[in-house]
């Protein structure tokens, strides 16, 4: 299993520009999320789903968008660049029984800069 | 105050010593608990869930205490490997999806 990949690993936005961050897991995973980590700070959620179908905003939503047409995919857009955007964005994915239940399991991130 | 809050850090320990975490939750409500692990420039892994009676893994030590809303972790013969950020992650027990609140680490770094 290749777990959580996320595409690309480095970015570098102009303001104004738009980009869309690849989530892909192949846990079968019903539960996705996508996260914004800024220096010394904790993650915070920008947004998650339950399954295929089904997106919810988290604490962080604006100036983001989500879908998730499939179980495996869960691209994150980023519309309208700007320079608050400037973070590292985690993926994470999570089972919904047995072991996996309360693990979640992390992408390797997207470094983002916007200029 | 914040829902999650850590040991400011940094810990600057010798290769051997015993270091300790600690980290508080506002959310009486709150369900579970587990210590990640984050090293430099990675992803956040699990490193252990924190049961109500405490539990250990190796060198790891996690403790609970609901009364006081409080998680440690302890750190025995700490080797250099151990070096990363340390997130305490609660468990709020709410709506389904937007439940798992981390706290800002609190980074480790053991040296020679």
């Known amino acids: 299993n290749a777990g959580v990949t996320q595409t690309p690993k480095f970015r570098i936005l102009k303001i104004g520009q738009s980009m869309t961050l690849q989530c892909t897991q192949d846990?079968?995973?019903?539960?996705m999320y996508w996260y914004r980590q800024d220096p010394g700070m904790g993650l915070k959620l920008i947004y998650y789903s339950v399954g295929a179908g089904i997106t919810d905003k988290g604490e962080v939503p604006n100036g983001y968008n989500v879908s998730r047409s499939t179980t495996e995919d869960f691209p994150l857009r980023l519309e309208l660049a700007a320079p608050s955007q400037t973070s590292v964005y985690f993926c994470?994915?999570?089972?919904?029984?047995?072991?996996?239940?309360?693990?979640?399991?992390f992408g390797p991130g997207t470094r983002l800069t916007v200029l | 105050r914040k829902e999650v809050e850590q040991d400011p850090g940094p810990f600057n320990v010798p290769e051997g010593a015993t270091v300790a975490f600690n980290c508080t939750y506002s959310n009486s409500a709150s369900q579970s608990f587990f210590w990640y692990r984050q090293d430099c420039r990675k992803e956040p892994k699990l490193l252990m869930s924190v049961y109500s009676s405490g539990n250990e893994d190796g060198r790891f030590t996690a403790q609970l205490n609901r009364a006081s809303q409080y998680i440690s972790l302890l750190i025995r013969d700490s080797k250099l490997s151990d070096s990363a950020t340390y997130l305490c992650?609660?468990?709020?027990?709410?709506?389904?999806?937007?439940?798992?609140?981390f706290g800002p680490g609190t980074r480790l770094s053991v040296l020679p």
């Open positions: 994470a994915s999570r089972g919904t029984s047995g072991a996996s239940y309360n693990e979640q399991f």
């Open positions: 846990m079968n995973h019903n539960y």
């Open positions: 992650v609660v468990n709020k027990g709410q709506s389904y999806g937007q439940n798992f609140v």
